[in-house]
């Protein structure tokens, strides 16, 4: 499985950035796809996931409290795509952004990350 992230860049507090994150490869279409973030000096943190049930169907999501109201995780199960929304951004977003996704294979969970994707903050 392969995870192919773009949409980072550059914008002022403020400002919107949407990412996105495609899943190419062996892919459960029962999962759940996300975004996590690590800033500088800090530990890797989950911004927002959402859950696939089945081809069709998606399922819950969660978010960060950092980000709730202002973040919003979407899904093409189509595409197996996920989508991050993230409007009013403030300097503290600033991070490297992962996509991740994770599902059951052969009774074991296993899960894969993308590259990353710079997203900074400033004025």
């Known amino acids: 499985v392969q995870l192919q992230a773009s949409g980072g860049g550059l914008v002022q507090p403020g400002g919107s950035l949407r990412l996105s994150c495609a899943a190419s490869g062996y892919v459960k279409s029962t999962n759940t796809m996300g975004w996590y973030r690590q800033a500088p000096g800090k530990q890797r943190e989950l911004v927002a996931t959402?859950?696939?049930?089945?081809?069709?169907?998606?399922?819950?999501?969660n978010y960060a409290d950092s980000v709730r109201g202002r973040f919003t995780i979407s899904k093409d199960n189509a595409n197996d795509t996920v989508h991050l929304q993230m409007i009013n951004l403030k300097p503290e977003d600033t991070a490297v952004y992962y996509c991740?996704?994770?599902?059951?294979?052969?009774?074991?969970?296993?899960?894969?990350w993308g590259q990353g994707t710079q997203v900074t903050v400033s004025s």
């Open positions: 991740n996704i994770n599902f059951v294979r052969f009774g074991s969970t296993v899960e894969y």
């Open positions: 959402i859950a696939s049930l089945g081809t069709t169907n998606v399922g819950p999501t």
